[in-house]
């Protein structure tokens, strides 16, 4: 679908996306380069980012991808920093990294709590504390503009409960929390802006594929009034509209991209 925003509206930015190999994030980074920005994306799988990145670069966008793992602080460091130094600035942060396997909280190991609350959780946080010094008000490479923008794909997940996704759950809700901490102090201190996006179920991507299996899907429809797929368009759409100037104004807030869905009930 054609976007309906103006071809320029990035123009001049730089956005670093983590997970921006497959899924939303690859989305998210298609859609902010055709709108102007130059794409750095990060993931683990050198494979994935290389494809991505030709892709990019195949539609005339300034892509480049950096291996690394959003749990391990060196390597959140060193992304940042090869982002800074091959386009000359940072403008935009988008945490789209992830993990997440369907598991009753009886079989669910501690570690493999952990494990997402590493990645989900620490990870959004640890890439925001590397990504600050350049996204802050007068930092490297900003000249006279103002501070950056940072956006975290969260879920609706833990707006209610959710069925063997106890540790997604903890880890998205402790997203949440980072992106209004965030807006109040880095939006009060240096003029960044925080928000968040939480998709519903969103067709063609790891997580909808992972997590919800066919039969789940078809009596979903069924049973949930507002039950419908979204796109990864929908995402990006909503992205653009946060990181622009459209979304000036908004701060601290995750907006739901679910086509209403987590507020569903069975009719009675
Ligand atoms: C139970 C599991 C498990 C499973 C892993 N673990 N998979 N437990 N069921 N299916 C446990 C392991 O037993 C281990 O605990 C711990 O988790 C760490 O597992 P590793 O395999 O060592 O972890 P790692 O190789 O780092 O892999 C991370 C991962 C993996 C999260 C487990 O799935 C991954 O890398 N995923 C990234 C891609 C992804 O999931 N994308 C989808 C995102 S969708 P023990 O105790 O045995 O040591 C999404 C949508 C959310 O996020 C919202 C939906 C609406």
């Not at 982002?83 to 669910?108: K, M, P, Q, W």
């Not at 959710?162 to 759950?169: G, M």
């Not at 102090?185 to 066919?214: C, F, H, Q």
């Not at 104004?249 to 009719?267: C, E, F, H, K, Q």
Request: charged fraction near 20%; glycine fraction near 12%; hydrophobic fraction near 40%.
């Amino acid at each position: 679908m054609e976007s309906p925003f103006k071809a320029e509206i990035l123009k001049g930015k730089v956005a670093l996306i983590t997970g921006g190999g497959s899924g939303i994030g690859f989305e998210i980074s298609a859609q902010f380069g055709k709108h102007g920005a130059s794409i750095a994306i990060m993931g683990r799988r050198k494979q994935v980012l290389d494809s991505a990145v030709s892709a990019f670069r195949s539609l005339g966008i300034p892509a480049v991808g950096f291996v690394g793992d959003v749990r391990k602080q060196e390597d959140a460091k060193r992304v940042v920093d090869s982002t800074f130094n091959h386009f000359g600035r940072l403008d935009i942060l988008v945490n789209a990294a992830a993990g997440n396997f369907l598991v009753s909280a009886e079989d669910l190991s501690p570690n493999g709590f952990r494990t997402v609350m590493d990645i989900d959780s620490v990870g959004t946080f640890t890439m925001c504390h590397e990504a600050l010094k350049y996204l802050k008000k007068g930092g490297p490479g900003r000249g006279s503009s103002g501070g950056g923008i940072i956006l975290s794909i969260s879920a609706t997940l833990h707006y209610t409960a959710a069925w063997y996704q106890i540790h997604v759950s903890a880890a998205k809700a402790a997203v949440d929390a980072t992106t209004r901490n965030l807006a109040l102090e880095w939006g009060t201190d240096y003029d960044i802006r925080v928000n968040g996006i939480a998709p519903g179920p969103i067709g063609d991507t790891p997580g909808m594929s992972k997590l919800v299996p066919d039969e789940i899907n078809s009596k979903a429809r069924e049973y949930m009034p507002l039950y419908k797929l979204g796109e990864k368009w929908d995402i990006a759409m909503t992205a653009l509209y946060l990181v622009s100037d459209a979304g000036k104004y908004v701060n601290g807030t995750t907006i739901a991209v679910d086509g209403g869905l987590w507020l569903s009930r069975p009719r009675h």
